[in-house]
């Protein structure tokens, strides 16, 4: 995102050049970069860049680092401190990513498009998943026996601020507000509430009330999908990112009558986004302790033999759910992110990572030789933007491939209530065709948007999901720093299913092919476009102000199912 703004930056404004000259040593080469950046306009120009880059990054760490601190201050990109985290942290990864890869290279073209924004991203590399068996030709049926659904909660995306202070700036300039910083000399403008604020990470206090709503909504589960840790992200550290892992599982344990199975999101490491590969020399190992700890706090709640896995399996792991036939598969979707800084280490195209794919594709087949169903979880949703191209081809195919086992995909990470379909021909998009529907969870962090959880109704004989119903407490809500009240906003079932051509039979659940059909309603009806773009937002009016797009297929983002790139 920093680079991205600094790109932005500099790209408008010609006024560079009016720079104070200071004789820092790490202005010339800063200078050097800032010359690079201003004539970068193009996908060719950037890779030139890079060349720039590298021979700074050639000089060490301490030099690449330093001259990117300098670049940030003197184009006031943000403030000093978070300047100087920020390139402190994620510096040597770059600089490391920079010496390894060839500036003209594929990967090179990878990373210009994911810092930079400067080049398209590179087709699909052509891979073809390898399964253990093929798809049964007569494959096991899943009947609804008509039982009473049992609820599942869905939450996402807590980032608890452990320094979130009462009291303190809530209109702060950096990207995180309600901390005590030591720059902070204006008198307080707007004062941090007790529960928090739209600028702000999630407060003590709000877990309190977080945990006691999640509490009374007679789950017998709740499905966790990442992001514990605050976007402080120039401050984090090994130690912060550990104690808040600790922190969050101890809390949440001894507070929630019923389990969590959560998944590691982006934010569960340090720097913030970087999960090295197995093949990066000398650094394997570096979020091993991520794994360690998450493993032990989780123990408790998924049992033994997941929180083994999830230390030898870069922090995915599987289980059945007890006394039902539901295989929970939690994947690492980390090694997917296009911000995962060490993805750039290297000119040869890994097609699967940590061989994240393949402990799905195991997992999956062994629910299809048990005769069990199958939810996926995982952190980021593999239709977005910010996901490989690769992988989000590759993963596809893996859906396609177990459509028949895999009951649901649950996800987070985009802090927006939404939704994405797979296909089985991304050419033919029709009821009939729609394959896979993967629920993206609203966060609870009240930052840009009202905090908000899904429970679900869950059909006992096939784990579909019967209902889908949005918990959410109003911020601006006058007893909301006095006692958050929480309500739920809507029922999924309820609010579409009267809309949609020939409405839901009572047995019927919300299948991808209802998500289908809920595309096209949106496509036609105004009103309910906006209905559901304001519900998307967790009903933050500022943030998506201007979006007035009608067009379900910008909404509901599908996988890169045929290589021709997502819509
Ligand atoms: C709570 O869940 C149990 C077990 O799934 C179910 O039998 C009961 O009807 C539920 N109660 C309510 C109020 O939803
Ligand atoms: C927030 O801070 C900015 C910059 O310091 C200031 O201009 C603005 O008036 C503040 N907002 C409020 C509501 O006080
Ligand atoms: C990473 O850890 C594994 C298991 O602990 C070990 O076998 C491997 O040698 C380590 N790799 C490096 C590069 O340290
Ligand atoms: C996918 O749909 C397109 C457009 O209807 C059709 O031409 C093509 O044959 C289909 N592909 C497959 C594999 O069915």
């Given at each position: 995102m920093l680079w991205h703004c600094l790109r932005s930056r500099l790209v408008a404004?010609?006024?560079?050049?009016f720079l104070p000259y200071t004789t820092h040593a790490w202005s010339s080469l800063a200078d050097g970069i800032i010359a690079g950046l201003n004539n970068a306009a193009d996908c060719a120009s950037c890779h030139s860049l890079l060349v720039t880059f590298r021979a700074t990054a050639a000089l060490g760490d301490d030099a690449f680092v330093n001259s990117l601190k300098s670049l940030c201050k003197r184009l006031k990109l943000q403030d000093t401190d978070v300047c100087d985290g920020i390139f402190e942290s994620v510096g040597p990864v770059v600089a490391h990513d920079l010496r390894s890869?060839?500036?003209?290279g594929q990967t090179s073209t990878k990373f210009c498009n994911a810092m930079l924004g400067l080049c398209s991203e590179p087709p699909v590399n052509t891979y073809t998943v390898p399964f253990?068996?093929?798809?049964?030709?007569?494959p096991k049926e899943f009947k609804s026996l008509g039982r009473p659904p049992f609820q599942v909660v869905h939450f996402s995306?807590?980032?608890?601020?452990?320094?979130y202070s009462v009291g303190?700036?809530?209109?702060?300039?950096?990207?995180?507000?309600c901390r005590e910083f030591?720059?902070?000399?204006?008198?307080?403008t707007i004062p941090a509430g007790p529960l928090g604020d739209h600028a702000c990470d999630t407060p003590r206090n709000l877990v309190e009330s977080i945990v006691k709503a999640i509490d009374t909504?007679?789950?017998?589960f709740s499905i966790f999908t990442g992001d514990?840790?605050?976007?402080?992200v120039w401050l984090v550290n090994q130690e912060d990112v550990t104690a808040d892992i600790n922190l969050f599982g101890e809390e949440f344990k001894m507070a929630l009558q019923a389990p969590v199975y959560p998944a590691l999101g982006n934010h569960e490491s340090a720097p913030v986004n970087c999960f090295p590969r197995?093949?990066?020399?000398?650094?394997?190992?570096?979020?091993q302790w991520v794994f360690e700890t998450s493993s032990a706090q989780w123990r408790p709640w998924i049992g033994n033999a997941a929180a083994d896995q999830i230390v030898h399996h870069s922090g995915s792991y599987s289980l059945v759910v007890p006394d039902t036939s539901l295989r929970i598969i939690s994947i690492n979707s980390g090694f997917w992110?296009?911000?995962?800084?060490?993805?750039?280490?290297?000119?040869d195209q890994q097609p699967d990572p940590n061989g994240i794919l393949s402990f799905l594709v195991s997992q999956l087949q062994l629910a299809e030789d048990l005769g069990q169903r199958s939810w996926i979880i995982a952190?980021?949703?593999?239709?977005?933007?910010?996901?490989?191209l690769d992988q989000s081809n590759y993963y596809d195919q893996v859906i396609q491939r177990y459509r028949n086992t895999i009951a649901g995909q649950f996800f987070g990470?985009?802090?927006?209530?939404e939704f994405q379909l797979a296909y089985s021909n991304y050419s033919d998009q029709r009821k009939d065709t729609a394959t896979s529907v993967a629920w993206v969870a609203p966060a609870?962090?009240?930052?840009?948007?009202n905090p908000a959880f899904k429970v679900y109704d869950v059909?006992?004989?096939?784990?579909?999901?019967?209902d889908a119903k949005t918990y959410s407490t109003d911020?601006?809500?006058?007893?909301y720093q006095i006692d958050p009240v929480w309500k739920m906003v809507y029922s999924t079932r309820d609010l579409y299913g009267p809309l949609i051509a020939g409405g839901l039979d009572?047995?019927?659940?919300?299948s991808p092919s209802f998500w289908h059909q809920v595309t096209e309603l949106l496509e036609t009806d105004n009103q309910a476009f906006r209905m559901f773009q304001h519900l998307k937002r967790r009903?933050?009016?500022?943030?998506?102000?201007s979006s007035g797009h009608n067009g379900a297929r910008i909404i509901a983002l599908m996988y890169a199912g045929d290589g021709s790139g997502k819509v």
């Open positions: 404004t010609a006024v560079l050049v890869m060839s500036p003209f253990p068996k093929s798809a049964p030709e007569n995306d807590v980032h608890i601020d452990r320094e303190s700036e809530a209109n702060c300039s950096k990207p995180l507000c030591s720059d902070q000399s204006e008198p307080t909504t007679n789950n017998t514990i840790v605050d976007g402080a197995l093949t990066t020399e000398s650094h394997a190992n570096d979020s992110y296009k911000m995962n800084l060490w993805l750039y280490d290297s000119d952190h980021m949703p593999p239709g977005g933007g910010d996901v490989l990470h985009t802090h927006a209530d609870l962090t009240p930052r840009s948007g059909d006992p004989d096939t784990y579909e999901i019967m911020v601006s809500h006058p007893e009572s047995s019927d659940s919300l009903a933050d009016a500022v943030r998506y102000a």
